[in-house]
């Protein structure tokens, strides 16, 4: 069977992690996945059908009622909630703290792993998380932990939001991303943690061109290193 190659890149968020993704993918010609988006779908479903975000019970019976599907068109990858294209609507303050209370719950957890592996399993796919080089793909070829302080995280993330026409502050997305970061690291099924094999690759003082060109180095000397 061929061997396909997989690159993991997990950290906070607001870290840059899909937008250095991104580019990795086109450069590298690797399918790009955000897993983040799968559990924003979840939030949103969650939400629109009444679920609290954490009553494990309520999503066992919402998740199979339900269908969360991606898509890659030219523009990337899509999520499709019930048929419906929902990859804007994720994108709200609200459906980020949806997403991360749904992503604590284990059976939620679970339910989207083979959904992941499935991707790496047919394609080279950089894919990036909080778990992916912990329980997705344990076994990924080159891994790495992308970080920045948070306030750095913040401004970016302000940036990125106040782009959408998100109206916001800084001192309002620091709070959600402190929050966020807290509910992430501390919950009791796969927390957010490096991995002892990946690669810490802090970006808080660099751009986002240096940022990508640090993390094809590092995907560049794992590849290597693992040739000899
Ligand atoms: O990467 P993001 O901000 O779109 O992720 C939204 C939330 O989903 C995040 O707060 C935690 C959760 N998440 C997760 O638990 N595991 C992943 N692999 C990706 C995201």
Known sequence: M???TSVAIDGP?????STVAKALAAQMHFLYLDTGAI???VGLAADRN???HKDEAGLRTLLPNIEVELKYTDQGQKMLLNGEDVSQKIRTPEISIAASDVSAVPYVREYLLDMQRDIARHNNVIMDGRDIGTVVLPDADVKIFLTASPDTRTKR????LQEKGIDTDFSTVYKEIQARD???LHRSTAPLRMAEDAVLLDT???SLEESIQEALKIIKMVQEGKQQ
């Open 2 to 4: 061929k061997k396909f």
């Open 13 to 17: 968020s607001g870290a840059g992690k």
């Open 39 to 41: 559990y924003r779908t």
């Open 50 to 52: 009444g679920v609290a």
């Open 157 to 160: 993330r302000l940036k990125e």
């Open 182 to 184: 807290d509910q992430d």
């Open 204 to 206: 808080t003082e660099m």
